[in-house]
Each structure stands twice: as structure tokens, then as C-alpha cells.
């Protein structure tokens, strides 16, 4: 089992910025720089959906709606995962997950309990 905790969320006024980090332990933690990681979000009464995602070789993604806003990056000799926000929207407000996926076989899938983000004047 691998465990993962975010910490980071606060309450910041639009335009503010915040770091998200995401770390891992747990039984499997040796081989984190396999996993694809990920951070992904959720609002009030919507679905969770993904923001960014930084994969095990290295490939890197975002939702359109924090490209350029957003940056994802991954220490795997520290084995955490870290998302900065900059220029924050109230639309970003919602929880936010860490999520850490083996894409080999049998595949795993990891999920933190999440942190809160919100965005408000």
C-alpha cells in the first residue's frame, strides 16, 4: 500500500498563488518513480476531474483551464509530487487529490484524502 498526503490548500483572494505538495510512503514507496502521478480536483456538488499529470517517463499534462497557470513537477528521491498555482481563479476552488497510478501489471491505484483550495475575496 502506498500512502499519500497533500497539504498546501488555504484560502488565497483572486490572483494569489499556492503551492500544493503531495508525499508518499508506504510499502511500495521505493519504486514511486514508477507511477504516473497526478493531481485532480473537485468542487462543490461536481466531478472530480483532473488537473495535471506528470507521468513516470516523464510526459506532462494539464486541464485547458490551468495551462499556463499551473505547474506540475515530481522529486522522486524525495518522492513528492508538487503543484503551483499562480494567478488562482475562484473557479479553482475545490479539493484537491494527489493520485499516484502503476500503469504495469496488476495495476495500482492511490489516492490522498485531499487538500482544500479556495479562491474568494
Known amino acids: 500500500q502506498m500512502q499519500l498526503v497533500e497539504s498546501g490548500g488555504d484560502t488565497v483572494q483572486p490572483g494569489g498563488s499556492l503551492t500544493l505538495s503531495c508525499a508518499a510512503a508506504?510499502?511500495?514507496?521505493?519504486?514511486?518513480?514508477?507511477?504516473?502521478m497526478a493531481w485532480s480536483r473537485q468542487a462543490p456538488g461536481q466531478q472530480r476531474e483532473l488537473v495535471a499529470a506528470?507521468?513516470?517517463?516523464?510526459?506532462?499534462t494539464y486541464a485547458d483551464s490551468v495551462t499556463g497557470r499551473f505547474t506540475i513537477s515530481r522529486d522522486n528521491s524525495k518522492q513528492t509530487l508538487t503543484l503551483q498555482m499562480n494567478r488562482l481563479l475562484p473557479e479553482d476552488t475545490g479539493v484537491y487529490y494527489c493520485n499516484a497510478r502503476y500503469p504495469g501489471f496488476p495495476s495500482r491505484n492511490y489516492w490522498g484524502r485531499g487538500t482544500q483550495v479556495t479562491v474568494a475575496s
Open positions: 508506504g510499502l511500495f514507496v521505493g519504486y514511486y518513480y514508477q507511477y504516473d
Open positions: 506528470r507521468t513516470s517517463s516523464g510526459t506532462t
